[in-house]
C-alpha cells in the first residue's frame, strides 16, 4: 500500500477578487463531505457588511492532495450543482488533470461571496441578490417595491460596464458626488479585501477528513449534517436510513432535515450538536443508536403536537431557536406523557427563552449543560431567568419584523396568542396562516412609512416596526392597504358598535389608550404606547 505524503502548511493572503475568479475556473472546489449552502440571508448580509466595515472574516483553510480525485465523488459540488444550474458558471468541462484545490473551511463566506458578486437572474429574489443603499451606507436585499432611492446592485461591482453606467445614474442629482463617491469607495473596499488562506498540501481524502474534523474556526462551525456526509463519504453504515426517519418525521409544514434529527439524535444521548461528539456517535452499540432513534420519532411527533396546541405554532422554521426545538426533544423523550404542569411550564420556558433571547450568543455545546444541570429538567431550564426577564418598549418600537430574527418571531408567536381577528371583517385570523412559515406576507403595517417617517424625523427602510405591525388576511391585504388606520377604526366601530369593535382591536394589541393617538394621528405616541402593551402582555405570559 502506497504511504500517504506528508503534509506540507503554507500560509498567505489571498484578494478577494482573485479568490473568486479562481472559484469560478474550477481551481478551487468544495469536497463532498461539505455541507450544501444553508446559511440565511441575514448571515449574508453580516458577511458582507464585515468587510465594509473592514473586520476580520475568518481564515479560510485549502487542501490540496497528492493526486486527482475521481470526479463522481464531488458530484454534489454546490458550486457546480447550484451555480452552474442557474448560468453562473461557465459551461466548458474543467481540466482535473491537475489537482485542484478543495475548501476545508470556508464554505459558507466564499460561497456567499460568489453568489452575490456574480448574480445574474435579475430581479429575482434570493439571499445573493443584493444592493447597497448609497444614501445610508446599508446592505439589502432586493425587493423590487421597497428599492432605496440610490443604490448600486453588489453584481455590477466587478462588471466594469454596469459599474460605470450604475455611476452615470447619479450624475444630475443634487448629492452625486457623494453618491459616486461612496460608490467607488465599495468597489475599493471589496477590491482591496485581503482574507489569510492556510494551505495544506498533501495526503489523502482520509486525512483530509480528519483535518476537516478537527478545524473549529470563526463563522459557521461544522455541524452533525456536515460529519454525517463525512462519516457515508468514509463508508460508514451506521447512519444508514437517517435521511428516511427524517423525511418520515417530515409533515405539515414541521420540516425535518436529516441535520436536524442528527442534532435531536446526539442530544438524546447526552452529546453536544458539536463536531466532536457526533464523531464520538461512531462508538455508540447500533441496537442503543437504534434505540435513540425510535425514541426521538416518538418525542418529535409529541414536540409538534405541543406546538400546535399550545403555542399555535405550525412548522419548526418559526421556532426562535433550533436549541429550543433540541431541548423540547429532549423533554419529550423523557416525558412520554407529560402533565398539564409540565407543558405548562414547557411554554412558560418557551417565552422566557424567547424573548430573553437566549440563545443568540449561547454555542450548541453547551445544551447539554442546561439539560444535565437538574434532575428535573424543566427546574433546571427554568434556573437559566433567575435574574429575571428584561423587557423594554425600545425592543418592539425600533426593532423590524423579521423573518429570521428570534425576538420577531417570539412576537409572532405571541401574536397568535392572542387570537388576532381581522380589522376589516371582525373574524379570528387562523394562526396557521401567518405561523406555517417565516414569510410575512400576512403582516403590514398600520401607519404608512411615509407618515412613520414625517413624524419620527428619520428615514425607515420599511414600515413593519414590530409596534406598528398587525395581522393581516391574504384575501383583505388589498383594501388593508388603501384604508387608513382611522378608517380602520371608524368602520369597526360602525358596523359593530364600540364594544365589540374594541375586543376586535384588542385581538391586535390596540386597546383604547392606543387607538387614541391613532385617531390623532400621531404615530410616534402610537408607537409608545402600542411598544408598552406588547411588553406588559409578553411578560405576563413568562410568569
Known sequence: ??????????????????????????????????????????????????IYKGY????????????????????????????????????????????????????????????????LAGDTPSQFNIVFDLRNEEFLHFQAKHLPDAYIRLSALFAPKSFFETQRQWESLPDSDTLIERTISLHTKFQECSIPVITIRGGE??????????????????????????????????????????????DNGFHVSPELFTKMLAINLGKSPTPHDILSLREVDSRLLGAARESCATAVTNVKSFLKEELNI???EVVPYEEQILILVKL????????????????????RSGFNESFSNQKQKNIPDLISASDNLMVGLMNQFEDGLELSTKQFR????????????????????????????????????????????????????????LDMGKHLGSSKLIANSVVVSEFERKQFLSTTPQELINSLRARFGEQEADGILNSQFVSKQVADPI?????????????????????????
Do not use: C
Not at 524 to 538: G, H, I, K, M, S
Open 519 to 543: 385617531l390623532a394621528r400621531k404615530p410616534t405616541e402610537f408607537l409608545d404606547t402600542r411598544a408598552f402593551e406588547l411588553v406588559q402582555f409578553a411578560k405576563s405570559l413568562t410568569k
Open 1 to 50: 500500500m502506497k504511504e500517504p505524503s506528508p503534509f506540507i502548511t503554507d500560509s498567505q493572503i489571498q484578494y478577494l477578487p482573485s479568490l473568486l475568479s479562481k472559484l469560478q475556473k474550477g481551481d478551487i472546489r468544495i469536497p463532498p463531505f461539505q455541507r450544501p449552502f444553508v446559511w440565511k440571508g441575514s448571515q449574508v448580509l453580516e458577511l458582507l457588511e464585515s
Open 314 to 316: 405550525h412548522s419548526f
Open 398 to 453: 425600533e426593532r423590524r419584523l423579521s423573518k429570521a430574527r428570534a425576538f420577531s418571531l417570539t412576537t409572532r408567536a405571541m401574536i397568535a396568542a392572542k387570537q388576532p381577528r381581522s380589522l376589516i371583517t371582525g373574524e379570528i385570523i387562523d394562526p396557521e396562516t401567518f405561523m406555517r412559515d417565516a414569510s410575512l406576507e400576512n403582516f403590514e403595517g398600520l401607519f404608512p412609512r411615509h407618515e412613520l417617517e
Open 205 to 250: 481524502l482520509s486525512s483530509a477528513i480528519e483535518i476537516f474534523e478537527r478545524i473549529n474556526t470563526g463563522g459557521t462551525h461544522l455541524t452533525f449534517s456536515d460529519l454525517l456526509a463525512t462519516l457515508i463519504a468514509t463508508g460508514d453504515q451506521k447512519f444508514d436510513g437517517l435521511t428516511e426517519t427524517a423525511d418520515r418525521l417530515s
Open 332 to 351: 419529550f423523550s423523557i416525558s412520554l406523557n407529560p402533565t398539564t404542569e409540565t407543558r405548562f411550564l414547557a411554554k412558560r420556558w418557551f417565552w
Open 56 to 119: 476580520p472574516i475568518g481564515t479560510l483553510f485549502f487542501w490540496v492532495p497528492d493526486e486527482p480525485i475521481a470526479e463522481r465523488i464531488w458530484s454534489h459540488n454546490f458550486l457546480l450543482t447550484n451555480f452552474r444550474q442557474n448560468n453562473y458558471l461557465p459551461q466548458e468541462v474543467w481540466d482535473t488533470r491537475y489537482p485542484p484545490t478543495y475548501i476545508l473551511d470556508g464554505v459558507q463566506r466564499l460561497s456567499s461571496l460568489f453568489g452575490v458578486f456574480n448574480w
